[in-house]
């Protein structure tokens, strides 16, 4: 009786197997489909129109548009972070399978990371332009002040030229957005460095070490404009986003 019974359940098994009752097992992208589906959802819903206006864009024109800007990274970064989750979640118990994970998930957050950095260039274009009309205003005062002192004739305007020569003195502030959904962008600059000239560039930097060289940008004071013999040095705006 047991043999006969064992011999049922092989046979019934083998016909599911065969493809019986049970319908066939969902390959790992369909699983990871599934799994991801209300991501995928959200992003084609929410982001696929902006991405195309924002691909679209080759410059930033105002505060309002920087302010859109920052909201979308900000956004965006945080549904690329939940792939991230979901893709973390998705591999641990699929070490065999890594690679099929990676390519997935590197294809869903591909077009949000794109058009991160598409905005981000427009970013940095429109804050280093703010920043050099900042500096064009602070030259313009620093000459006024100049101007001022060598037509001073009384006290007061001594005092008052004293007091423009301060103001044209202070640092430019970073160019800070904060949003009304509570993302956050600011700007940081810094230098990069080429020769242009090899006799001309210091005995220190002779070997041109680009260690040496930026170490000697990071020590600058903040400001400052870095100035050596025989070398140019080219400063860019990078863009920074936080989400609230």
């Known amino acids: 009786m047991t043999n006969l019974l064992e011999q049922a359940l092989e046979e019934?098994?083998?016909?599911?197997?065969?493809?019986?009752n049970?319908?066939?097992?969902?390959?790992l992208p369909e699983r990871l489909n599934d799994m991801a589906s209300e991501l995928l959802t959200e992003r084609d819903g929410k982001?696929?129109?902006?991405?195309?206006?924002?691909?679209?864009?080759?410059a930033l024109a105002d505060d309002d548009q920087l302010e859109t800007a920052t909201n979308f990274i900000a956004k965006a970064?945080?549904?690329?972070?939940?792939?991230?989750?979901?893709?973390?979640?998705?591999?641990?118990?699929?070490d065999d399978a890594a690679k099929t994970v990676q390519t997935f998930f590197r294809a869903a957050v591909q077009p949000l990371e794109q058009a991160e950095a598409h905005v981000r260039g427009l970013m940095?274009?429109?804050?280093a332009k703010k920043l050099a009309d900042a500096r064009a205003a602070q030259t313009r005062a620093s000459e006024e002040a100049r101007k001022a002192a060598a037509a001073a004739q009384t006290a007061e305007d001594v005092q008052r030229a004293?007091?423009?020569?301060?103001?044209?003195?202070?640092?430019?502030?970073?160019?800070?957005?904060?949003?009304?959904?509570g993302a956050m962008?600011?700007?940081?600059?810094?230098?990069?460095?080429?020769?242009?000239?090899?006799d001309q560039v210091p005995r220190e930097f002779l070997s041109y070490d680009e260690r040496k060289v930026k170490a000697y940008l990071a020590g600058?004071?903040?400001?400052?404009?870095?100035?050596?013999?025989?070398?140019?040095?080219?400063?860019?705006?990078?863009s920074i986003v936080r989400g609230k």
């Open 12 to 20: 019934n098994g083998a016909r599911h197997r065969i493809g019986g």
């Open 22 to 27: 049970f319908p066939p097992e969902q390959t």
């Open 47 to 58: 982001f696929s129109h902006p991405i195309g206006i924002w691909l679209s864009r080759t």
């Open 77 to 94: 970064k945080a549904l690329a972070g939940r792939f991230e989750a979901m893709r973390v979640t998705a591999k641990k118990p699929h």
């Open 124 to 127: 940095g274009g429109y804050q």
């Open 162 to 181: 004293g007091e423009l020569a301060a103001q044209a003195t202070l640092p430019v502030e970073p160019i800070r957005t904060q949003t009304s959904g």
């Open 185 to 198: 962008s600011s700007m940081t600059t810094f230098w990069w460095s080429e020769v242009v000239d090899i």
């Open 220 to 238: 600058l004071p903040k400001g400052a404009t870095p100035s050596k013999p025989g070398m140019k040095f080219t400063e860019t705006v990078r």
